[in-house]
């Protein structure tokens, strides 16, 4: 199985400043089609998991462009240019080139 | 607009199954896959398979082979998840999602079902 870790697990952000969340796979997440596929979630509190970044770098349908997604190979990340109070929540990487699609453990971003 | 919607909580005993179902609307659900991922508490998510919407062809987590069976029906535009044998450790929110499966992403989820296993 792909292994999915995140850094860091907990970041505290103050609204206004930039966040930045690291995300590495086990192997290579290079499909063959040339794309990475790699995605980003947020779990905001007492919701379901919403997708924001696709393919390693392309924003979902109606995601802020606050938000970024950028990496190759084995490392991504998401940036966040000017982080808001609705952004507190858990992020998570997500890989899906290869069965079983596995998941990070998330990082939960909160207000300082 | 495209919108998931689960079934309810479900209270289980040690040994059960459960029938989650996840009714979608505002697309086709013939032209994207469903995917099945949970969450037990203070844990990571957890991707147990998917289903296709076109041909009905179900692929699971070797984690979950033995004991997952996901279903669809066209006419409802409902897909089913069915977990058996069920362990405390099943214990969970339970979620769908709509697969791209060209894009590989998760774009759209339901509201979660809660499966609680207890005796």
């Known amino acids: 199985d792909i292994v999915m870790t995140q850094s860091p697990l907990s970041l505290p952000v103050t609204p206004g400043e930039p966040a930045s969340i690291s995300c590495r796979s086990s192997?290579?997440?290079?499909?063959?089609?040339?794309?990475?596929?790699l995605n980003w979630y947020l779990q905001k509190p007492g919701q379901s998991p919403q997708l924001l970044i696709f393919?390693?770098?392309s924003r979902a349908s109606g995601v802020p462009d606050r938000f970024s997604g950028s990496g190759s190979g084995t490392d991504f990340t998401l940036q966040i240019s000017r982080v808001e109070a609705d952004d507190v929540g858990v992020y998570y990487c997500m890989q899906a080139l290869q069965s079983p699609f596995t998941f990070g453990p998330g990082t939960r971003v909160d207000i300082k | 607009q495209v919108q998931l919607v689960q079934s309810g909580l479900e209270v289980k005993k040690p040994g059960a199954s459960v029938k989650v179902s996840c009714t979608a609307s505002g697309y086709n659900i013939d032209s994207y896959g469903l995917s099945w991922v949970r969450q037990a508490p203070g844990q990571r998510l957890e991707w147990m398979g998917w289903i296709s919407g076109y041909n009905g062809d179900a692929h699971y987590a070797q984690k979950f082979q033995d004991r997952v069976s996901m279903t669809t029906d066209i006419s409802t535009s409902t897909a089913y998840m069915e977990l058996s044998h069920l362990r405390s450790d099943d214990t969970a929110v339970y979620y769908c999602?709509?697969?791209?499966?060209?894009?590989?992403?998760?774009?759209?989820w339901g509201q979660g079902t809660l499966v609680t296993v207890s005796s």
């Open positions: 999602a709509r697969y791209d499966t060209l894009e590989g992403m998760f774009d759209r």
């Open positions: 192997q290579s997440l290079l499909h063959s089609n040339g794309y990475y596929f």
């Open positions: 393919l390693g770098s």
